[in-house]
Antibody
Framework: EGQLVESGGGLVQPGGSLRLSCVGS????????MDWVRQAPGKGLEWVGRSRKKVDNYITEYAASVKGRFTISRDDSKSSLYLQMNSLNTDDTAVYYC???????WGQGTMVTVSS | DIQMTQSPSAMSASVGDRVTITCRASQGIRNDLAWFQQKPGKVPKRLIDGASSLESGVPSRFSGSGSGTEFTLTISSLQPEDFATYYCLQYNSYPRTFGQGTKVEIK
C-alpha cells in the first residue's frame, strides 16, 4: 500500500525559510504529478502548487499567494518531493500536505509555524 | 481564477437524513470536480472524482452530480461515521481551488 511521509516542518521566524520534504513508498512516484496543499489551523484546504512529471518537463504551477516565494522540486530517484519556502509570513502557518496522483493519496502532513 | 462556493458552510443533521451539499463554480469547469471528506485531525480522503465517479471503497450512499458550474454531493442516509467536513475541488484550470468546506454536525 502506498504511503507519503512529509518532514521538515517546525517553527520559523517571519522572513525566514524552510524546506519541506515528502517521500513516497509503494507508489510509482515518477509516473505522477505531485501537489502540495496546506491547511491553516481551523481553516479549509488551500492548494499550494504542483510538480508535473518528467515527460512534462517537471513544469510547476503555484497559487498566487506563494508564487515567487515557494519553489517545488522533485527527485524521482528518491521518490521525493520538496517545497522550498522563503520569505515566510504568519499567513503561511499551516499543516502542509503532499498529495500524489491528483489527490488520490495524501501524506499525514507537517506543521509549519511562522512566529516571532 | 475560478472561485468555488460551497453551501451550506455548516449544517446539523440526524442519522438517516438525506444530506445535499452544493458547490458552484464561478465559470464552467465541465465535470472537473472532486469531493473530499475530512474528519477532525485526519487527512482528506477523496470520495468522488469527475463530479460523479465514486472512488473504490466509498459507500454507495455517497453520490455526486452536476456539470458546468453547479455540483452536488449527496449522502442518501447519513451514518455516524459521515460526520465530517466536506470540500469540493476544481481541477479544470490552475490554480486549483477548493470550496470553503461544509461541516456536517450531529443534530
Amino acid at each position: 500500500e502506498g504511503q507519503l511521509v512529509e518532514s521538515g516542518g517546525g517553527l520559523v521566524q517571519p522572513g525566514g525559510s524552510l524546506r519541506l520534504s515528502c517521500v513516497g513508498s509503494g507508489i510509482t512516484f515518477s509516473d505522477h504529478y505531485m501537489d502540495w496543499v496546506r491547511q491553516a489551523p481551523g481553516k479549509g484546504l488551500e492548494w499550494v502548487g504542483r510538480s508535473r512529471k518528467k515527460v512534462d518537463n517537471y513544469i510547476t504551477e503555484y497559487a498566487a499567494s506563494v508564487k515567487g516565494r515557494f519553489t517545488i522540486s522533485r527527485d524521482d530517484s528518491k521518490s521525493s518531493l520538496y517545497l522550498q519556502m522563503n520569505s515566510l509570513n504568519t499567513d503561511d502557518t499551516a499543516v502542509y500536505y503532499c498529495a500524489y496522483a491528483a489527490f488520490d493519496l495524501w501524506g499525514q502532513g507537517t506543521m509549519v509555524t511562522v512566529s516571532s | 481564477d475560478i472561485q468555488m462556493t460551497q453551501s451550506p458552510s455548516a449544517m446539523s443533521a440526524s442519522v438517516g437524513d438525506r444530506v445535499t451539499i452544493t458547490c458552484r463554480a464561478s465559470q464552467g469547469i465541465r465535470n472537473d470536480l472532486a469531493w473530499f471528506q475530512q474528519k477532525p485531525g485526519k487527512v482528506p480522503k477523496r470520495l468522488i472524482d469527475g463530479a460523479s465517479s465514486l472512488e473504490s471503497g466509498v459507500p454507495s450512499r455517497f453520490s455526486g452530480s452536476g456539470s458546468g458550474t453547479e455540483f452536488t454531493l449527496t449522502i442518501s442516509s447519513l451514518q455516524p461515521e459521515d460526520f465530517a467536513t466536506y470540500y469540493c475541488l476544481q481541477y479544470n484550470s490552475y490554480p486549483r481551488t477548493f470550496g470553503q468546506g461544509t461541516k456536517v454536525e450531529i443534530k
